[in-house]
């Protein structure tokens, strides 16, 4: 019996989650990626000695990468080693730091203290958000999002309005909390992943419990070590990786890809998922009596941000940092409306920091330290040149080393800038953008840009611009969700 083949452009966290699903089904796989290793915008950067997470940073929902690999027969533990962060992270506002603890009593407290009478409300507020996030886990996300009636199972409807798919995150903490300390607290997960707090669904504070009762985690080697155990998955499932090889054209007979052409050779396949940026693949890769949507369509979608993010090496060792920092020491609301409604570069913008090395020694040479900021902005953003690039980080730096008291730029060794027009050189993406579309009532589950090509039969579409969403976890569980499909589509 010959096996059927299938043709993955792209190695990220949903190209790779689909690869593995789709050789476990018997597929013969091929995955076509554009740069030297696996890991699409998650990939890993050596220099000078020290390794640095090119993209995500953030280790949540860890039952969810628990999940994935149980589909194989593996556990996490078999691929890469997990240590919960305590603190999960801190927060510095304008009067100073403050740790997020990871023991919940701890977090009780601290509520507490910041406004009395709050924890009670923070145990209320967090068994809401597990019933959002366990229902929105097993019974939302795992859809394909192609038909409203995926969605009409009794349990679903019965609580569609504990489910908060009508109200606005901001209103929904606001219900809860009075001090603007935690209202940016709670907001936080949403702002720098998809949209402003009103627009986004309180549904979304299912973030909430996946980071205060999931916990903050980090995989010794870095993010990039789940990429590796992913790989590795793939490999023993008999998937086969072409690197170095950007796909330049699909060809279309008869409403079915014939043929991918790379810049190196040429693929027959009996169906090809799209893991790349979904906008490239249909304005670049197809010609435009094959594209689902138009350029309209896509102008007229919200976009979650794009990224500001410097690459630092340090020839010392900092004191009293913590492995995840979030600097909410400007105005929150200020920088949420540049990004999502005047979309312009800040004045005074939030910014966050990760310090691996903090964490794990070897991440940086004996005695130094490497440091990840990212500062939100607005997807579209042009001009982003050097000299924009430094005048941002002069700015982050200097409110950075007045509030832990050390000086950091005289000991800069290293330093490596990424913007816009970066993400959209590595990896075609729309608008620069670093996450994909916001999460709004509007762009969600069947409102996002289709898993299957409405003019090519057998292509098909994962990622951050299709279901479930932006972030590590949707995307392993987008890849599921395209495998499962093309196997039904196609048995």
């Known amino acids: 019996m010959v096996r059927k083949k299938v043709a993955i452009i792209g190695s990220g966290f949903s190209g790779l989650s689909a690869a593995c699903f789709m050789a476990k089904a018997g597929w013969d796989v091929s995955v076509i990626e554009k740069h030297a290793i696996p890991g699409g915008r ?9 390794t640095f997470d090119m993209g995500p940073s953030w280790y949540w929902m860890p039952d969810v990468f628990e999940r994935f690999f149980n589909h194989f027969g593996h556990t996490v533990s078999d691929y890469y080693s997990l240590s919960r962060l305590n603190p999960s992270y801190r927060v510095y506002w304008t009067a100073g730091g403050v740790d997020i603890p990871a023991d919940y009593t701890e977090l009780q407290q601290l509520f507490e203290n ?75 997960p949403v702002l720098f992943l998809g949209a402003l707090p009103q627009n986004t669904p309180a549904l979304y504070s299912l ?38 090889e950007n796909v330049v054209q699909l060809q279309v007979k008869g409403k079915l890809v014939e043929r991918l052409i790379t810049e190196r050779g040429e693929y027959e396949a009996d169906v090809v998922i799209g893991s790349a940026d979904y906008h490239h693949i249909e304005s670049q890769l197809l010609d435009v009596q094959y594209r689902s949507y138009n350029e309209k369509y896509w102008e007229s979608r919200v976009m979650a941000p794009g990224c500001l993010i410097y690459y630092v090496g340090l020839n010392k060792k900092l004191k009293n940092i913590k492995h995840h920092m979030l600097f909410f020491d400007a105005s929150f609301k200020d920088h949420a409306e540049k990004i999502y409604t005047t979309k312009e570069w800040p004045e005074e913008p939030l910014f966050y920091v990760s310090v691996t090395s903090s964490t794990e020694l070897s991440l940086a040479p004996a005695g130094c330290e490497n440091l990840f900021f990212l500062v939100p902005v607005a997807p579209g953003l042009e001009n982003d040149d050097e000299q924009l690039r430094e005048h941002y980080f002069t700015k982050i730096v200097s409110r950075m080393e007045k509030h832990i008291g050390q000086s950091i730029t005289e000991h800069i060794i290293y330093k490596k800038t990424y913007a816009n027009s970066n993400f959209v050189n590595d990896y075609n993406s729309f608008k620069g953008n670093a996450y994909g579309l916001a999460n709004t009532l509007s762009q969600t589950a069947i409102l996002k840009p289709s898993i299957k090509s409405r003019k090519v039969k057998n292509l098909y579409y994962t990622g951050q611009l299709t ?3 932006p972030g590590i976890p949707p995307s392993l569980i987008s890849g599921e969700v395209v495998a499962k499909q093309v196997i039904k589509d196609w048995r």
């Open 42 to 50: 998650a990939r890993k950067m050596e220099a000078e000695g020290f």
């Open 114 to 188: 910041i406004e009395p009478g709050s924890a009670n409300k923070l145990d209320a507020f967090l068994k809401e958000a597990e019933y959002k996030y366990k229902t929105g886990i097993q019974k939302l996300v795992l859809k394909p999002g192609l038909s409203i009636a995926e969605f009409i199972e009794w349990d679903v409807i019965a609580g569609i309005f504990r489910l908060d798919l009508f109200g606005s995150m901001k209103k929904h903490v606001a219900s809860y909390f009075k001090d603007e300390r935690l209202r940016e607290l709670m907001e936080f």
């Open 207 to 244: 973030m909430n419990y996946a980071d205060m009762i999931g916990g903050t985690w980090f995989p010794k080697g870095g993010m990039y070590s789940v990429v590796e155990g992913m790989f590795r998955l793939a490999k023993e499932l008999g998937v086969e990786f072409h690197f170095n």
């Open 467 to 469: 279901v479930p969403g």
